[in-house]
């Protein structure tokens, strides 16, 4: 998923938690569950053992963290410190994976060592036990369908628990 669904993923279930480090680590859980659910993000048009990202790529995902941003500036924005923290905390641990195991600056240098040779082979392991069922031609209509409809839903719930609507 891009990062804004995991984000906005961890970030529901950091409100329901109530505590950070729980709501932390339930967000790192909703990472491998929303990249079991088959679904497009940025890698999905890559060719096999490419991993260098295009530049067009590159605008989609400083498009999709900044979106992401004003997303969480408006949900995050006066609201009581312990909310915001755990939202927060919860959005964290849901981005967590994809910070560690996707961003090419420091991504080839971290698979070096453990545990991110581990959280990198899980990684991959969740995405292909959910793209497994699959084929090709339907990742991009059934990816956007799937992370919309997961996305909007936590979305609607982190509206209504931050009394937004």
Not at 73 to 79: A, I, N, R
Not at 88 to 116: E, M, T
Not at 134 to 155: D, K
Request: with cysteine; glycine share 12%.
């Amino acid at each position: 998923m891009v990062i804004t669904a995991h984000a906005i993923i961890g970030g529901a279930i950091g409100a329901a938690v109530g505590d950070p480090v729980a709501a932390f680590f339930a967000g790192v859980a909703s990472h491998y569950i929303a990249d079991y659910i088959p679904h497009t993000d940025w890698g999905s048009f890559q060719k096999a053992g490419e991993t260098d990202f295009t530049a067009g790529q590159y605008l989609g995902i400083a498009g999709d963290i900044i979106g992401g941003t004003l997303v969480f500036w408006y949900l995050l924005h006066g609201l009581p410190a312990q909310l915001f923290i755990n939202i927060l905390c919860g959005a964290a641990g849901g981005i967590s994976i994809d910070v560690i195991d996707n961003v090419p600056f420091w991504n080839k240098l971290l698979r070096k060592f453990q545990p991110f040779v581990a959280i990198h082979h899980l990684h991959l392991r969740i995405h292909n036990l959910g793209w497994s069922r699959f084929n090709a031609a339907q990742y991009t209509s059934l990816g956007i369908t799937t992370q919309i409809v997961i996305g909007g839903l936590a979305l609607f719930f982190l509206l209504m628990h931050t009394g937004r609507i």
